[in-house]
């Protein structure tokens, strides 16, 4: 079955800041996507790649998937306070609305 | 506005007590979903349905039911809990695209519980 590993596990970055989150699958990535959770709270959907090489911004946020569709990271440019919460990637593991999520990178920043 | 909304939010009860955690959708949506996420282990599909009538199992469904004879709603029912049912669940729902594929999932808030 297909895994997916998130890193960091946490963050702690100061506001203003940028950072990283990788997302890792142990198979080909057919689709990806991205959810941000606020704690307690429900997942909101940040975006969707599934093209090698893509890329998608919104807002301060980017998305890649690198050319062998093996990868994506997520990248916060001038973290603030808001973009605080839990990262989950997601990978389609075939069939209708079949998908699988990492285990999620929880971020914190620092006014 | 477009919502989807579980009922309730927190739950305490005791080993072996039934109870039903409720799910509606007002987007009209065929597919609906149930998760439990728990440290460590992250979000985990319970059961789905492409519509009513039509419900799977997802990776974890032991221990669980659910039933969907209304297109907005999607009960989750615990028949029996145990304290390893203990997590936060999710309700999310979603269009149905033809051909494997997948669209944009529409969670809930979350339903915390605890089973003692």
């Known amino acids: 079955s297909q895994e997916l590993e998130q890193s960091p596990q946490s963050l702690i970055v100061q506001e203003g800041k940028n950072l990283t989150i990788n997302c890792t699958s142990s198979?080909?990535?057919?689709?990806l996507y991205w959810y941000k959770q606020k704690y307690g709270e429900g997942l909101i959907f940040l975006m969707m790649?599934?093209?090698?090489?893509e890329e998608k911004s919104h807002e301060k946020i980017t998305a890649k998937l690198d050319e062998k569709k093996q990868q994506s990271s997520l990248h916060i440019t001038a973290s603030q306070p808001s973009h605080a919460g839990i990262y989950l990637c997601?990978?389609?593991?075939?069939?209708?609305?079949?998908?699988?999520f990492g285990t999620g990178t929880k971020l914190q920043v620092i006014p | 506005e477009a919502q989807v909304t579980q009922n309730p939010r927190y739950l305490i009860t005791v080993t072996g007590k039934k109870l039903t955690v409720t799910c509606s959708q007002n987007m009209n949506h065929e597919y609906m979903s149930w998760y439990r996420q728990d440290p460590g282990l992250g979000l985990r599909q319970i059961y789905y349905?492409?519509?009513?009538?039509?419900?799977d199992k997802g990776d974890v469904p032991e221990g669980y039911k659910v039933s969907r004879k209304e297109k907005r709603n999607f009960p989750l029912i615990l028949e029996s809990p145990s304290p390893n049912q203990t997590s936060l669940y999710f309700c999310a729902s979603s269009l149905l695209l033809a051909g494997p594929s997948y669209n944009e999932q529409f969670f809930g808030p979350g339903t915390r519980l605890t089973v003692l």
């Open positions: 349905s492409m519509n009513v009538e039509v419900t």
């Open positions: 790649l599934q093209k090698g090489g």
């Open positions: 997601g990978a389609d593991s075939g069939g209708y609305q079949k998908v699988t």
């Open positions: 198979k080909t990535l057919y689709g």
